[in-house]
């Protein structure tokens, strides 16, 4: 029988999420129920078991997460490992963003987007989890929002060059390279679920500099990578 895979980013916040609104919960419990079909209907690259996600494993990640909360008065089950303890650390005190997460995954869940299926590379570095991870990454690939700052960039400087490194495609591949730029959202998709993209949100950069800044836990900043290369 296949060996489940573990728990990945997205399940784990989907996870902490019904914990720190309903604490450790039974099997049989609809809330956890629920969540149990829902983790199911996330694709895996791995084969996955017939237990996959069962409420009993439902049930057993939410102990997880009561073993390491030190506002539990109980006994959770002290296997909590090691993706627990980091999602504890980086949202157990941040209610509203670990919500407002699992709000957006639980939509992506439900869109049948071959996209999404897609393994991305430099994805073990995505600090949202990999279905926001894509999203995030298919966004900055298209839209029309990215065209504009190009338009912008053109009209203001006359020529489209890496906002970190100041490298110019048109340069250095001649005809080839003219107009072509990649863009990337300073702000992860996770800090944008209640916001409006603008303009000034989006920097101009390089493919090298793109993958920089989604390299990281947290993401560096456009300004952090520009200090980097500066040697500051």
Request: net charge negative; with cysteine; hydrophobic share 35%.
């Given at each position: 029988m296949a060996r489940n895979p573990a728990w990945g980013r997205d399940e784990l916040i989907l996870g902490l999420d019904l914990y720190l609104?309903?604490?450790?919960?039974?099997?049989?419990?609809?809330?956890?129920?629920?969540?149990?079909?829902?983790?199911?209907?996330?694709?895996?690259d791995a084969a996955v078991g017939a237990d996959f996600r069962s409420p009993n494993s439902v049930a057993l990640k939410l102990a997880n997460f009561a073993s390491i909360d030190p506002s539990y008065d109980g006994r959770g089950l002290p296997h909590a490992g090691e993706g627990d303890r980091m999602v504890w650390a980086a949202f157990s005190d941040r209610r509203?963003?670990?919500?407002?997460?699992?709000?957006?995954?639980?939509?992506?869940?439900?869109?049948?987007?071959?996209?999404?299926?897609?393994?991305?590379?430099?994805?073990?570095?995505?600090?949202?989890?990999?279905?926001?991870?894509?999203?995030?990454?298919?966004?900055?690939?298209?839209?029309?929002?990215?065209?504009?700052?190009?338009?912008?960039?053109?009209?203001?400087?006359?020529?489209?060059?890496?906002?970190?490194?100041?490298?110019?495609?048109?340069?250095?591949?001649?005809?080839?390279?003219?107009?072509?730029?990649?863009?990337?959202?300073?702000?992860?998709?996770?800090?944008?679920?209640?916001?409006?993209?603008?303009?000034?949100?989006?920097?101009?950069?390089?493919?090298?500099c793109h993958r920089m800044l989604h390299r990281g836990r947290p993401w560096p900043t456009v300004q952090v990578l520009v200090d980097i290369l500066r040697g500051a």
């Open positions: 609104s309903h604490g450790q919960l039974a099997p049989h419990d609809p809330n956890v129920v629920e969540l149990s079909e829902r983790l199911r209907l996330i694709p895996h509203e963003e670990v919500a407002a997460l699992a709000r957006s995954i639980r939509s992506l869940i439900e869109i049948k987007d071959p996209v999404l299926d897609t393994p991305e590379d430099g994805e073990d570095w995505a600090m949202e989890g990999r279905l926001l991870y894509r999203t995030h990454v298919r966004r900055e690939r298209s839209g029309r929002l990215a065209e504009r700052k190009r338009e912008e960039c053109l009209r203001k400087t006359g020529r489209l060059s890496c906002e970190v490194c100041g490298f110019d495609f048109s340069l250095a591949y001649r005809e080839l390279g003219v107009g072509f730029i990649e863009c990337h959202h300073n702000v992860p998709l996770s800090s944008q679920l209640e916001r409006r993209t603008t303009l000034a949100d989006l920097t101009l950069v390089c493919a090298n």
